[in-house]
């Protein structure tokens, strides 16, 4: 997936939800998602609180 992006690319993922509002059974549980995009060295990422109950991670590919 991440070869799909060129390096200095952006890519936007939207309609995340900050872990406070996660049910409760999700709690203690790490999301694969945020993990991958946040995580991967190849990558520089953040995560923006756009609204109180909704997040989107802005990453480009940085290798």
Do not use: C
């Amino acid at each position: 997936m991440i070869t799909a992006l060129k390096p200095g690319g952006f890519i936007l993922l939207d309609d995340l939800t900050p872990e406070e509002y996660w049910p409760s059974e999700w709690h203690g549980r790490t999301d694969p998602i945020r993990e991958f995009w946040l995580k991967d060295p190849r990558i520089a990422a953040t995560e923006i609180r756009v609204t109180a109950k909704n997040s989107v991670i802005l990453a480009t590919r940085i290798q």
